[in-house]
């Protein structure tokens, strides 16, 4: 039986303007203690997520 441990995500921004930039990265920094899925599998499962600019 296979069983998810881990689940990665990476966020790619391609030409968000420099300004919005810290915006973008708050929202990042938030967006998985609002999101139902991850709550619903975060003592399951370890979710993790980075986010890079293009």
Do not use: G, N, Q
């Not at 995500?9 to 929202?27: F, N, S």
């Not at 609002?34 to 993790?48: D, G, H, T």
């Amino acid at each position: 039986m296979l069983v998810i441990k881990k689940i990665k995500v990476h966020y790619t921004l391609k030409d968000c303007p420099e300004d919005k930039r810290e915006a973008a990265e708050r929202a990042h920094a938030h967006h998985a203690a609002r999101c139902p899925v991850a709550k619903s599998i975060e003592k399951a499962i370890e979710i993790s997520t980075d986010l890079t600019f293009a």
